[in-house]
């Protein structure tokens, strides 16, 4: 007799049909074991890390202090609002943010975005938007300020070494005007000294300035670094 | 025994401690390439990284320079980069297409995209000659092996050894994890990947990731401005995203890192238990539990979700973080050098959101910016450096010694903290070196 006619097939989902001749069983210990799930719910306030074994413990170098001919940020304010061309104005803006980063300044250069401003360095020249694409940096204020605590904090052990950073910025080209906002591109090379090594970062920095009082804010700064897509000896630990 | 052993293994090898050497010599290092990566299954890519015929990217397989393509028969190949003829490397960039040919800068011969040859220019120069072209010699020579686990290629350079199912073994978990949180059962690349340079032996990263103690220690600073600028946003009436919490848990005291146990899997896999909680009840997670429960049922849907995972090893070189679907394989180049490469992945048929979450991991942990690895890579280099030294010559792994509990060859830490991982991976690095398959 021939075989009866099967009902039709339940429709099996792509995903089971596919895999599922994949499906080796697992150790049932393993299964159960993977079931357990320990859950950290937030940062703790009790003492952990170093200082809980030796509360004054710093691996670091006492914190950077800028350079005595360095001018204050409130000296450069008044030079960035004391007239000049646009052209001039924005140069200065963009040396004196540079200088910042030199000089450790770090949050007198998180002051100089907007509220909503953002720092992103994207992995590939042709990423348009810096949220949902894999980035180097992508960054908004708070989480600036999370880096800002990290490399502060008096055991972030990779800030033990010498290190220090020297920008300079140039080729700066007003791309374009409003009466909202200013787009402008520059070329940037950063040397770095970390321990006894050297290393060198270039590429193009385009800032979306908005108008604050005379001066100015970041609204986005993108920096596309030019070796960005080379293996990274060791990493960027701040903003570049 | 498939290759040469390490003479006196036992010298640098004890079940609670190992000799410095094993992280610093170069024989040592050069029978690990032999060994091991020349010999184990290697990660070579996901085979959407190669989607048309033609599509290539090419990789290391120990210190093989090898170039994984995509046939015209739609079939993924990993083939040496080199022409049989001079030995030139026939791709000269990371990846790309080549066309429906390889041809060689050199001479011009020419290969079919599964290595055989299509043609030599002036061929009658051969007449007469054992350049035949049907002698194998005239072909791009291919890995031994080649098997590819949901999308996951892989290669052996040995033509004997376990197959690539029974090499993952229960390490599988983290593949199908990652695939299994798809509600179409895939994973697609995101074709962005990350290289950083450790300067230090693999064994440290490996070591490292399934390491609970270094957390708190090595990453407090960073746990520490992340849960100052979670509660910030909490006073101020938000609610800080998922990703703050990825970085302040770092945080966290010894004693809650204890309770984060680990799995050791033979052959020196191992799984780190989850610890962070990514299942929060947000209308974005809620609708994409639904499309994993139309997909694949209640029951299922709710194992999927609830697998307790950081990550999972891959003895000797991958570690693939499941729940937030990213990779980071490891191509060692010298004893105090090592190549990582860092992936992710979009779960097929999940709503953007989800990639989102998961890309904020990427970007905040897995960058070249790392807020995270930027001090485990300092822990890495100075242990490099103070094991290339004659202060001391052993490394100690005592912690919980004699108190792991053995079940069917897998060990399951008590402790978070237990050197349990190490001294399982070395296990199976002896067994390795004694020209066993461990």
């Given at each position: 007799?021939?075989?009866?006619?099967?009902?039709?097939?339940?429709?099996?989902?792509?995903?089971?049909?596919?895999?599922?001749?994949?499906?080796?069983?697992?150790?049932?210990?393993?299964?159960?074991?993977?079931?357990?799930?320990?859950?950290?719910?937030?940062?703790?306030?009790?003492?952990?890390?170093?200082?809980?074994?030796?509360?004054?413990?710093?691996?670091?170098?006492?914190?950077?202090?800028?350079?005595?001919?360095?001018?204050?940020?409130?000296?450069?304010a008044a030079a960035q609002s004391s007239g000049g061309d646009l052209q001039h104005r924005v140069e200065q803006f963009l040396f004196a943010q540079s200088e910042l980063l030199d000089n450790k300044q770090w949050q007198s250069y998180i002051d100089r975005f907007a509220d909503d401003g953002v720092y992103w360095m994207p992995a590939a020249p042709e990423q348009t938007e810096w949220e949902g694409s894999p980035s180097?940096?992508?960054?908004?204020?708070?989480?600036?300020?999370?880096?800002?605590?990290?490399?502060?904090?008096p055991n972030a052990w990779s800030q033990a070494p010498l290190w220090v950073t020297n920008h300079i910025v140039g080729n700066v080209v007003i791309e374009s005007e409003s009466?909202?906002?200013?787009?402008?591109?520059?070329?940037?090379?950063?040397?770095?000294?970390?321990?006894?090594?050297?290393?060198?970062?270039?590429?193009?920095?385009?800032?979306?300035?908005?108008?604050?009082?005379?001066g100015f804010a970041i609204k986005l700064q993108r920096v596309d670094l030019f070796n960005g897509q080379a293996p990274f000896d060791y990493v960027l630990q701040v903003w570049v | 025994m498939i290759h040469e052993a390490i003479p006196n293994l036992q010298k640098f090898v004890e079940p609670d401690r190992v000799h410095r050497l094993v992280y610093t010599d170069p024989d040592i290092f050069d029978l690990e390439i032999k060994?091991?990566?020349?010999?184990?299954?290697?990660?070579?890519?996901?085979?959407?990284?190669?989607?048309?015929?033609?599509?290539?990217?090419?990789?290391?397989?120990?210190?093989?320079?090898?170039?994984?393509?995509?046939?015209?028969?739609?079939?993924?190949?990993?083939?040496?980069?080199?022409?049989?003829?001079?030995?030139?490397?026939?791709?000269?960039?990371?990846?790309?297409?080549?066309?429906?040919?390889?041809?060689?800068?050199?001479?011009?011969?020419?290969?079919?995209?599964?290595?055989?040859?299509?043609?030599?220019?002036?061929?009658?120069?051969?007449?007469?000659?054992?350049?035949?072209?049907?002698?194998?010699?005239?072909?791009?020579?291919?890995?031994?092996?080649?098997?590819?686990?949901?999308?996951?290629v892989f290669a052996s350079l040995s033509p004997t050894g376990p197959s690539l199912i029974d090499f993952l073994g229960e390490a599988r978990v983290g593949?199908?994890?990652?695939?299994?949180?798809?509600?179409?059962?895939?994973?697609?690349?995101?074709?962005?990947?990350?290289?950083?340079?450790?300067?230090?032996?693999?064994?440290?990263?490996?070591?490292?990731?399934?390491?609970?103690?270094?957390?708190?220690?090595?990453?407090?600073?960073?746990?520490?401005?992340?849960?100052?600028?979670?509660?910030?946003?909490?006073?101020?009436?938000?609610?800080?995203?998922?990703?703050?919490?990825?970085?302040?848990?770092?945080?966290?005291?010894?004693?809650?890192?204890?309770?984060v146990q680990t799995i050791n899997f033979p052959r020196g896999h191992g799984v780190l238990k989850a610890y962070m909680g990514l299942r929060p009840q947000d209308p974005d997670t809620l609708a994409y539990e639904k499309l994993l429960e139309k997909a694949y049922g209640k029951e299922k849907m709710e194992e999927y979700l609830s697998r307790s995972i950081h990550h999972v090893l891959v003895y000797p070189y991958l570690s693939v973080q499941s729940p937030l679907q990213q990779l980071r394989c490891l191509r060692p180049i010298a004893p105090n050098k090592t190549l990582?490469?860092?992936?992710?992945?979009?779960?097929?048929?999940?709503?953007?959101?989800?990639?989102?979450?998961?890309?904020?991991?990427?970007?905040?942990?897995?960058?070249?910016?790392?807020?995270?690895?930027?001090?485990?890579?300092e822990n890495w280099t100075k242990g490099q450096w103070g094991l290339e030294s004659n202060g001391g010559d052993w490394v100690s792994f005592h912690r919980d010694y004699g108190r792991d509990v053995e079940k069917d060859g897998v060990i399951y830490?008590?402790?978070?903290?237990?050197?349990?991982?190490?001294?399982?991976q070395f296990k199976a690095w002896s067994k390795y070196m004694q020209g066993e398959a461990a």
């Open positions: 007799m021939a075989a009866t006619k099967k009902p039709a097939a339940k429709t099996v989902k792509p995903a089971r049909k596919i895999w599922s001749k994949l499906a080796v069983a697992r150790k049932p210990l393993v299964d159960k074991a993977l079931r357990q799930e320990v859950v950290i719910r937030a940062g703790t306030v009790a003492r952990t890390g170093a200082q809980r074994m030796a509360p004054d413990h710093s691996p670091r170098a006492p914190l950077h202090q800028p350079a005595a001919n360095a001018r204050t940020p409130a000296a450069r180097i940096f992508a960054e908004d204020k708070p989480m600036m300020r999370v880096r800002m605590g990290r490399i502060t904090h009466a909202k906002q200013i787009v402008v591109r520059s070329r940037f090379h950063m040397m770095e000294l970390r321990r006894d090594n050297v290393r060198h970062f270039g590429g193009t920095y385009r800032h979306t300035l908005v108008r604050r009082g005379a | 060994n091991i990566f020349e010999t184990v299954w290697v990660y070579c890519g996901h085979a959407s990284q190669v989607k048309k015929p033609g599509d290539y990217y090419t990789l290391m397989i120990g210190r093989q320079p090898m170039v994984m393509v995509r046939g015209k028969d739609m079939k993924v190949r990993v083939l040496h980069n080199r022409c049989p003829h001079r030995g030139v490397q026939l791709c000269g960039n990371t990846h790309g297409n080549t066309g429906s040919n390889f041809v060689c800068s050199y001479h011009a011969w020419s290969f079919q995209l599964d290595g055989k040859l299509e043609a030599i220019p002036l061929m009658k120069g051969y007449d007469g000659t054992r350049m035949t072209r049907d002698n194998p010699d005239c072909n791009v020579k291919a890995a031994a092996r080649v098997d590819v686990y949901r999308g996951f593949i199908d994890d990652m695939c299994d949180r798809s509600p179409e059962g895939e994973v697609e690349v995101v074709p962005t990947c990350h290289r950083v340079i450790q300067h230090s032996n693999w064994k440290f990263f490996m070591e490292n990731q399934l390491d609970s103690l270094h957390p708190s220690v090595t990453h407090q600073s960073t746990g520490v401005a992340a849960g100052r600028v979670e509660k910030e946003i909490a006073a101020a009436g938000g609610k800080a995203p998922l990703y703050y919490h990825y970085l302040s848990t770092f945080a966290s005291t010894f004693e809650q890192w204890d309770n990582s490469e860092i992936w992710h992945f979009r779960l097929k048929g999940a709503p953007e959101a989800i990639y989102r979450r998961s890309l904020w991991y990427y970007n905040l942990v897995n960058s070249p910016a790392t807020m995270v690895n930027a001090d485990d890579l830490s008590q402790k978070g903290t237990s050197e349990a991982v190490m001294r399982s």
